[in-house]
Protein backbone atom coordinates (compact mmCIF):
# COMPACT_ATOMS: atom_id res chain seq x y z
CA UNK A 1 0.00 0.00 0.00
CA UNK A 2 1.20 3.35 -0.97
CA UNK A 3 1.83 5.95 1.71
CA UNK A 4 -0.43 8.67 0.35
CA UNK A 5 -3.47 5.78 0.17
CA UNK A 6 -2.72 4.94 3.38
CA UNK A 7 -3.24 8.50 4.88
CA UNK A 8 -5.95 8.90 2.81
CA UNK A 9 -7.32 5.43 4.78
CA UNK A 10 -5.74 6.51 8.48
CA UNK A 11 -9.47 8.57 9.78
CA UNK A 12 -11.50 5.69 9.76
CA UNK A 13 -8.52 3.02 11.02
CA UNK A 14 -8.41 5.25 13.92
CA UNK A 15 -12.18 5.70 14.41
CA UNK A 16 -13.82 2.62 13.42
CA UNK A 17 -15.93 4.97 11.34
CA UNK A 18 -18.27 2.64 9.01
CA UNK A 19 -21.90 3.97 7.47
CA UNK A 20 -25.52 3.30 8.45
CA UNK A 21 -28.44 2.66 5.94
CA UNK A 22 -31.42 5.26 7.17
CA UNK A 23 -33.78 2.71 5.18
CA UNK A 24 -33.18 -0.58 7.18
CA UNK A 25 -30.27 0.29 9.71
CA UNK A 26 -27.82 -1.86 8.42
CA UNK A 27 -24.10 -0.53 9.45
CA UNK A 28 -21.12 -1.18 7.14
CA UNK A 29 -17.41 -0.97 8.00
CA UNK A 30 -15.77 0.22 6.08
CA UNK A 31 -18.34 2.48 4.97
CA UNK A 32 -20.43 2.39 1.92
CA UNK A 33 -22.26 4.81 -0.10
CA UNK A 34 -24.90 2.44 -1.23
CA UNK A 35 -26.92 -0.23 1.69
CA UNK A 36 -25.38 -4.37 0.34
CA UNK A 37 -28.93 -5.04 2.38
CA UNK A 38 -31.74 -3.23 0.39
CA UNK A 39 -34.00 -5.35 -1.19
CA UNK A 40 -33.45 -2.11 -3.85
CA UNK A 41 -30.11 -0.53 -3.56
CA UNK A 42 -31.20 2.34 -5.21
CA UNK A 43 -33.47 2.76 -2.06
CA UNK A 44 -30.24 3.27 0.11
CA UNK A 45 -28.66 6.05 -2.12
CA UNK A 46 -27.96 9.08 -0.35
CA UNK A 47 -29.25 7.94 2.77
CA UNK A 48 -26.10 6.70 3.92
CA UNK A 49 -24.84 8.54 7.62
CA UNK A 50 -21.51 8.11 8.93
CA UNK A 51 -21.65 5.27 11.77
CA UNK A 52 -19.40 5.15 14.87
CA UNK A 53 -18.46 1.41 16.00
CA UNK A 54 -18.17 0.94 19.65
CA UNK A 55 -15.06 -1.01 18.98
CA UNK A 56 -16.81 -3.91 20.58
CA UNK A 57 -16.88 -7.63 20.23
CA UNK A 58 -16.47 -11.03 20.31
CA UNK A 59 -13.84 -13.38 18.88
CA UNK A 60 -16.01 -15.14 16.19
CA UNK A 61 -13.37 -17.50 14.45
CA UNK A 62 -9.19 -17.08 15.07
CA UNK A 63 -6.10 -18.73 13.45
CA UNK A 64 -2.27 -18.84 15.02
CA UNK A 65 -0.39 -17.44 12.46
CA UNK A 66 3.38 -18.59 13.14
CA UNK A 67 4.98 -16.97 10.03
CA UNK A 68 4.78 -13.58 9.46
CA UNK A 69 4.71 -11.42 6.60
CA UNK A 70 7.46 -9.36 5.59
CA UNK A 71 8.03 -6.58 8.59
CA UNK A 72 6.26 -8.55 10.83
CA UNK A 73 8.86 -11.30 12.09
CA UNK A 74 8.80 -10.26 15.88
CA UNK A 75 5.72 -11.07 16.29
CA UNK A 76 4.90 -14.83 15.46
CA UNK A 77 2.87 -16.42 16.74
CA UNK A 78 0.27 -14.31 16.75
CA UNK A 79 -3.76 -14.53 16.25
CA UNK A 80 -5.87 -13.64 13.77
CA UNK A 81 -9.41 -13.01 14.51
CA UNK A 82 -12.61 -12.50 12.92
CA UNK A 83 -14.42 -9.86 15.61
CA UNK A 84 -18.18 -9.95 15.54
CA UNK A 85 -19.12 -6.20 16.49
CA UNK A 86 -22.60 -5.31 18.23
CA UNK A 87 -23.16 -3.35 15.54
CA UNK A 88 -23.04 -5.83 12.97
CA UNK A 89 -19.99 -5.77 11.08
CA UNK A 90 -17.29 -8.87 11.09
CA UNK A 91 -14.04 -7.17 11.25
CA UNK A 92 -10.22 -8.71 10.82
CA UNK A 93 -7.93 -7.93 13.46
CA UNK A 94 -4.90 -9.30 15.17
CA UNK A 95 -5.63 -9.97 19.30
CA UNK A 96 -3.10 -8.73 21.41
CA UNK A 97 -2.17 -8.86 25.07
CA UNK A 98 -3.06 -12.49 25.67
CA UNK A 99 -1.29 -15.82 24.87
CA UNK A 100 -2.20 -17.24 21.58
CA UNK A 101 -3.44 -20.43 23.46
CA UNK A 102 -5.96 -18.20 25.96
CA UNK A 103 -8.08 -16.80 22.67
CA UNK A 104 -11.34 -18.74 22.41
CA UNK A 105 -14.38 -18.35 20.19
CA UNK A 106 -17.01 -15.83 22.44
CA UNK A 107 -14.04 -13.71 24.05
CA UNK A 108 -14.80 -10.20 24.32
CA UNK A 109 -12.45 -7.99 22.61
CA UNK A 110 -12.36 -4.62 22.17
CA UNK A 111 -10.62 -2.20 19.46
CA UNK A 112 -7.32 -0.88 20.34
CA UNK A 113 -4.98 1.20 18.59
CA UNK A 114 -1.15 -0.12 17.71
CA UNK A 115 1.54 0.23 15.60
CA UNK A 116 1.14 -2.29 12.71
CA UNK A 117 4.37 -2.33 11.28
CA UNK A 118 7.46 0.25 10.38
CA UNK A 119 9.54 0.28 7.30
CA UNK A 120 12.90 0.74 7.86
CA UNK A 121 14.34 2.49 5.19
CA UNK A 122 11.53 5.54 5.48
CA UNK A 123 11.05 5.14 9.02
CA UNK A 124 7.24 5.24 8.24
CA UNK A 125 5.00 3.78 11.50
CA UNK A 126 1.38 2.14 10.11
CA UNK A 127 -0.94 2.49 13.07
CA UNK A 128 -4.08 0.61 12.81
CA UNK A 129 -6.38 -0.98 15.47
CA UNK A 130 -5.96 -4.24 16.89
CA UNK A 131 -8.09 -6.35 19.49
CA UNK A 132 -6.98 -7.08 23.04
CA UNK A 133 -9.66 -8.84 25.98
CA UNK A 134 -12.03 -7.28 27.71
CA UNK A 135 -14.03 -8.16 30.69
CA UNK A 136 -17.14 -6.01 32.22
CA UNK A 137 -15.37 -4.84 35.57
CA UNK A 138 -12.14 -4.45 34.26
CA UNK A 139 -12.07 -2.57 30.45
CA UNK A 140 -8.03 -3.02 30.27
CA UNK A 141 -7.16 -6.07 31.65
CA UNK A 142 -3.10 -6.85 32.80
CA UNK A 143 -1.88 -9.46 30.18
CA UNK A 144 -2.63 -13.16 30.76
CA UNK A 145 -4.89 -12.30 33.90
CA UNK A 146 -8.69 -11.94 32.56
CA UNK A 147 -8.90 -13.91 29.58
CA UNK A 148 -11.09 -17.02 30.04
CA UNK A 149 -9.87 -20.47 30.28
CA UNK A 150 -10.50 -22.19 26.17
CA UNK A 151 -12.75 -24.94 26.37
CA UNK A 152 -10.03 -26.64 24.20
CA UNK A 153 -6.86 -25.52 23.23
CA UNK A 154 -6.61 -24.74 19.43
CA UNK A 155 -4.40 -27.55 17.65
CA UNK A 156 -1.15 -25.29 16.52
CA UNK A 157 -0.48 -26.36 12.58
CA UNK A 158 2.92 -26.64 13.27
CA UNK A 159 5.43 -26.92 16.72
CA UNK A 160 6.41 -23.40 17.84
CA UNK A 161 9.68 -22.48 16.62
ZN1 LIG B 1 -30.36 -0.57 3.82
Not at 14 to 29: H, I, W
Not at 55 to 68: D, L, M, N, P, Q
Not at 73 to 88: D, F, I, K, W
Not at 138 to 143: G, I, M, S, W
Amino acid sequence: MSIARFWRETPRRYNLGGSKCATCGTVSFPPRVVCPTCTHHRQSIGKMAPFQLSGEGEVESFTVVHEAAEGFEMQVPYVLALVRTPEGPVLTGQIVDVEPGEVAIGLPVRATFRKLREEGKAGVIHYGYKFSPRTEDDPAPPRGRTAPVPREAPAPERAKA
